[in-house]
């Protein structure tokens, strides 16, 4: 109780998925997860007892380019 959980959220584009092999297999440090060049944010889990969820997260912003021929 009472002990942070961190981890984090990832948003990785679905050509790049194919690049990626076995994400879940792993734990990732934030500077890998860096070096992916995705949008991330970093959670906390916080247990405060029976029932109880709290989580913050900070705002996450990714900017993304267009690609040519497409509306």
């Known amino acids: 109780m009472d002990k942070a959980i961190p981890f984090f959220v990832l ?9 990626l092999h ?4 792993k734990q990732w440090s ?3 997860i ?3 060049k995705v949008g991330y ?3 906390e889990l916080i247990p405060r ?3 109880r969820l ?3 997260a900070p705002q996450l912003y990714h900017a993304i380019k267009a690609m040519e021929g497409q509306k």
Request: no cysteine; glycine share 10%; aromatic share 0%.
């Open 30 to 32: 934030q500077d890998e």
């Open 41 to 43: 944010a970093k959670l």
């Open 54 to 56: 709290l989580i913050r």
């Open 49 to 51: 007892g029976k029932g």
């Open 34 to 36: 860096e070096k992916l």
């Open 22 to 25: 076995g994400l879940q297999a």
């Open 11 to 19: 948003v990785i584009p679905r050509e790049q998925m194919s690049q």
